[in-house]
C-alpha cells in the first residue's frame, strides 16, 4: 500500500519546524555567524542545513516562489546569493581548493567556462576551411 502524501499544514503531519518568520531569522542567524562571528568561512547551503538541524531536501521543497505560508523562496534566495558571493570571495583570496570552488560555482550557480575563437591577429572567424590530403604511403 502506498503511504498517503501529506500536503504542508496539513493537521495529519507533523508539523513544520519553521514559518516564514523564523525560517528568515535562521538565515539571517547563520548569516552572521559565517560573515563576522567566531566561525567566519565559507557560506554554504548544506552547512546552513546543518546548522538549522532540517535536511536540505527541505531548502528544495519551500523554494516554491508561490506566496504561500510555506514559501521560503525569498530567504532561500538570499542564502544562495551569499553562498555565491561567499565561494567567489574566498576562491580569489586561496582560501578554497581551485577544483572544489570551479565545481562548485558550475554545477550550483550556473557558472560557464567561455571560450573565444579568433583568427590571426584577433580577427573575427568567418568560416572553416577544412582541406582533405590523401595519403598514398605504402609500404
Excluded at 40 to 61: E, N, Q, R, S, V
Excluded at 121 to 128: E, H, K, R, T
Aim: charged share 30%; net charge positive; hydrophobic share 30%.
Amino acid at each position: 500500500m502506498k503511504p498517503k502524501q501529506l500536503k504542508p499544514g496539513s493537521k495529519d503531519g507533523r508539523p513544520l519546524k519553521f514559518n516564514q518568520k523564523t525560517f528568515e531569522e535562521a538565515v539571517e542567524s547563520y548569516l552572521q555567524l559565517r560573515k563576522y562571528g567566531k566561525e567566519k568561512g565559507p557560506i554554504t547551503i548544506l552547512d546552513f542545513c546543518c546548522y538549522a538541524k532540517i535536511d536540505k531536501a527541505f531548502i528544495y521543497d519551500h523554494d516554491r516562489g508561490d506566496g504561500t505560508p510555506y514559501d521560503f523562496s525569498h530567504s532561500i534566495n538570499t542564502l544562495r546569493t551569499e553562498a555565491e558571493r561567499s565561494l567567489e570571495y574566498f576562491g580569489l583570496l586561496g582560501k578554497l581548493n581551485p577544483a572544489m570552488t570551479i565545481f562548485c560555482l558550475k554545477n550550483n550557480f550556473k557558472w560557464k567556462d567561455r571560450q573565444e575563437l579568433t583568427g590571426a591577429d584577433g580577427q573575427q572567424l568567418n568560416g572553416v576551411q577544412v582541406e582533405i590530403i590523401h595519403s598514398t604511403n605504402e609500404n
